[in-house]
């Protein structure tokens, strides 16, 4: 049979670190790659996230490549947990690199994404108008890019200035003197939230859900530390791909149950002083029993008790409704001192939920607030949102958001049966966004290239997941999910925060190890769960 010739081999969809590697891999292993990127520029979530405070709460010799040796001894890290201008410089460091811009069109948002069963190809529509056929379809739309603002009444008339943390403008704003609002209290609001305090006349915070976190307690790096770890780069990377969270991480073996109160309590107190997420991976069982998760809430609890001076205010801040770690853990500066400021007011919207804007601020149910801007760090609609707003049709005519509507369904959380050649990066049902994600892309990337060159060899043109495997994938990590404390809370893991969206625990939560494990055993006998045609 002959085949109709696209004009890409593959064409990816992101150019955040997802794109940016799998342009450069796939190019290497000499297919045509083509990307189209919304941003004008490269870094996905860095690009977007420009809030004050924004940092990445994984370690910055973690949160970077391993795939080139020469790139880890080329890029010197100036902080522990790096700044979002520090990695956005790194991306673009990347891109120059490897030369990647060569193939990216810039400011070009996907808009539809469609499978032709007769020419077996893809054709893919971009609101420039360009539209592109590739063999295959490679997304690295990220798990959290699609941002997203609640529907109050009355916003569209509110007349101060109105931001979200991850559409955040490219020119400074300047909150000096003024009265502002932040709504949500996750990892990015707890990050914007110190730092808007210090600038701003006043800030009002509207918190739904209290949230657990960590003090990052950052620091520079000194340069011996920073030789030191470029020495040993390769042994921290062999270190981190033996873990679940691919990163390196000092993960305890015990059960925090197995050892004496004041030993526990001792841990808890040196890992709260190494500061970060290491604190959640102290113990073994923190991710699985309640009881043993509660000695390390009921640590955090203290914390906030010890350093919010007004009892009420520390009341509130405090979270006794989910585990922690079953929202993704916070890390932050200054977080809960914050509130100790005279200029800083925290408002509880579960008491007095929020009823609608008006157009000097807004009103929940008891109260009247008057405000010049408004933050909303209300996070995304996480993980599926990304790709369905592209308009994913597969074969027969096939919805990708029909297919979905009753929670998301792939194999190995990187295809899914109707959609050939189309490949998530990082897709639900994967370790993603468990896992450091960097590590995450590289194992999603290389597997994708090494199935290629598997099909190019046997001369195969089209790859789909087998809906058998597809169905055992999904129970499969709804058995791990239902082990652990996750679904215990509401989160955007599940898909809560989206009113409407099916309540479904979406990551893998097996651990990137033991995943790499299961994708490498199903590559070596020949990939059984998925079906290869000429
Ligand atoms: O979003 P979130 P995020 N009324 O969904 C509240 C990564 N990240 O942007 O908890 C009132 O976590 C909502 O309340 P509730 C990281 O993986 C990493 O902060 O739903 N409030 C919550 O408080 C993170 O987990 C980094 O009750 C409403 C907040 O808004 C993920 O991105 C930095 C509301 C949303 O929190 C998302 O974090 C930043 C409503 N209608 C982000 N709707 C680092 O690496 C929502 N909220 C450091």
């Keep these: ?153 009355g916003l569209n008339a509110y007349r101060g200035e109105v931001l979200h943390t991850g559409r955040w403008p490219h020119e400074p704003v300047d909150f000096a003197g003024r009265r502002v609002a932040v709504i949500g209290t996750g990892s990015s609001g707890i990050q914007a939230i110190p730092v808007i305090a210090e600038q701003a006349g006043h800030l009002t915070v509207f918190q739904r859900t209290p949230n657990y976190s960590i003090p990052a307690r950052n620091r520079e790096f000194t340069a011996d530390e920073l030789r030191e770890i470029k020495a040993g780069y390769r042994e921290l990377r062999a270190k981190a791909r033996k873990t679940g969270g691919g990163n390196y991480l000092n993960h305890g073996s015990a059960s925090a149950l197995a050892v004496s109160d004041q030993e526990r309590e001792q841990e808890y107190e040196r890992r709260w002083q190494i500061g970060g997420n290491g604190f959640v991976v102290c113990y073994a069982d923190l991710f699985f029993d309640l009881d043993a998760n509660d000695t390390a809430a009921e640590f955090v609890r203290r914390r906030i008790r010890e350093t919010v001076r007004d009892p009420q205010v520390a009341e509130l801040l405090t979270p006794r409704d989910h585990p922690i770690g079953s929202k993704r853990i916070c890390v932050d500066s200054d977080y809960y001192a914050t509130f100790n400021r005279d200029d800083v007011e925290l408002v509880d919207v579960r008491a007095d939920p929020i009823v609608d804007f008006t157009p000097d601020g807004l009103r929940t149910e008891g109260r009247e607030f008057v405000f010049d801007a408004v933050v909303f760090a209300t996070g995304y609609d996480a993980m599926t949102g990304p790709l369905l707003r592209m308009n994913v049709v597969g074969c027969g005519g096939q919805r990708l958001a029909d297919k979905w509507s009753a929670g998301p369904r792939t194999y190995l959380g990187l295809m899914t049966a109707g959609f050939p050649n189309l490949f998530m990066l990082t897709g639900p049902g994967s370790p993603s966004v468990l896992a450091s994600v960097i590590a995450a892309i590289e194992q999603h990337v290389d597997f994708t290239a090494e199935l290629l060159d598997w099909m190019r060899s046997r001369e195969d043109v089209v790859v789909e997941a087998q809906p058998d495997a597809e169905d055992a994938w999904v129970e499969h990590v709804n058995e791990l999910a239902a082990q652990t404390i996750y679904p215990r809370a509401n989160s955007w893991y599940l898909g809560t925060n989206v009113p409407g969206k099916p309540r479904v625990f979406m990551p893998y939560s097996g651990g990137l190890h033991t995943y790499r494990a299961e994708c490498e055993q199903v590559a070596a006998a020949g990939y059984p769960g998925l079906a290869v045609k000429r």
């Design 1 to 153: 049979m002959t085949h109709a010739r696209p004009d890409y081999d593959v064409v990816v969809i992101g150019a955040g670190f997802g794109g940016m590697y799998a342009i450069h891999r796939l190019r290497q292993a000499g297919h045509s790659v083509y990307c189209f990127e919304a941003g004008d520029g490269v870094g996905g979530t860095w690009y977007w996230n420009r809030y004050p405070g924004a940092r990445c709460d994984v370690e910055s010799i973690q949160y970077s490549y391993s795939f080139d040796p020469d790139l880890e001894q080329d890029w010197d890290w100036s902080e522990r947990y790096a700044t979002q201008p520090e990695i956005l410089r790194y991306a673009d460091h990347v891109a120059d690199r490897y030369d990647l811009r060569r193939d990216i069109d810039f400011s070009t948002r996907v808009t539809s994404v469609r499978y032709s069963d007769t020419d077996r190809l893809w054709t893919l529509q971009t609101d420039t108008g360009r539209s592109t056929t590739a063999r295959f379809v490679v997304s690295a739309v990220g798990c959290l890019s699609d941002a997203r603002i609640p529907e109050w009444p």
